[in-house]
């Protein structure tokens, strides 16, 4: 099974990924191909470690959606995917490319759904709104991308504990270590028996 990664930052869900990959726990799945939403990100150096193709396609570098899908898809019909992994995608994809792709893309999200999701709801966001809401619990969750943002259906979710004194950074990396990059690389590894 063939699988393109898309990225926005860090890559900590990419490497786990590759970890897996290595580790032989990813089941039939090869990570084929890399996918930034901009140029200089720490991802693309861990696709290049690991000898990954890797593209950087950015929204703001074309005059509207339309321009910006056209050249997804093309990038996409390059790297061939049988599945598409968002792991800390911070663009919305149009429904372009949700559409040509429909269940064949997962998407891991930093919270219990639909606690803390939505647009607007990425990266440190849904710790700082957890922690303001006073909640006990969060964690994470792996879902299938459909035209709503964080709304395609549930494939796993981990539930991760929220401590006294914790700041967004602190709760953020503890839901990374205990949930995310435990639940995203078991999907995968499910999705391609
Ligand atoms: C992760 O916490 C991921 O769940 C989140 O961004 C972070 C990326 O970290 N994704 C979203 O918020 C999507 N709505 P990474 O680049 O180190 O994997």
């Not at 559409?99 to 064949?104: E, F, L």
């Not at 494939?155 to 205990?178: F, H, N, S, W, Y």
Request: glycine share 10%; hydrophobic share 45%.
């Amino acid at each position: 099974m063939r699988v393109t990664v898309f990225v926005s930052g860090g890559g900590s869900n990419l490497q786990a990924l590759l970890d897996a990959e290595k580790a032989g726990t990813l089941g039939k799945a090869q990570i084929t191909a890399v996918v930034a939403s901009r140029a200089g990100v720490y991802a693309l150096k861990r696709a290049e470690n690991h000898g990954i193709p890797s593209y950087v396609v950015s929204k703001k570098d074309f005059a509207g959606t339309a321009q910006w899908e056209a050249r997804l898809l093309e990038v996409l019909a390059e790297t061939a995917p049988d599945l598409i992994v968002l792991a800390g995608y911070l663009s919305i994809l149009g429904e372009g490319v949700v559409n040509r792709y429909a269940g064949r893309i997962i998407n891991i999200h930093p919270s219990l759904i639909p606690a803390f999701c939505g647009e607007g709801m990425y990266g440190l966001r849904p710790h700082i709104a957890a922690l303001e809401r006073g909640v006990k619990i969060t964690g994470a969750s792996v879902h299938y991308v459909n035209e709503i943002p964080d709304g395609g259906e549930i494939l796993a979710q981990k539930a991760v504990e929220v401590l006294e004194g914790d700041t967004p950074e602190i709760l953020q990396k503890r839901v990374m270590e205990q949930a995310e990059w435990i639940i995203l690389p078991q999907v995968v590894a499910e999705l391609s028996k």
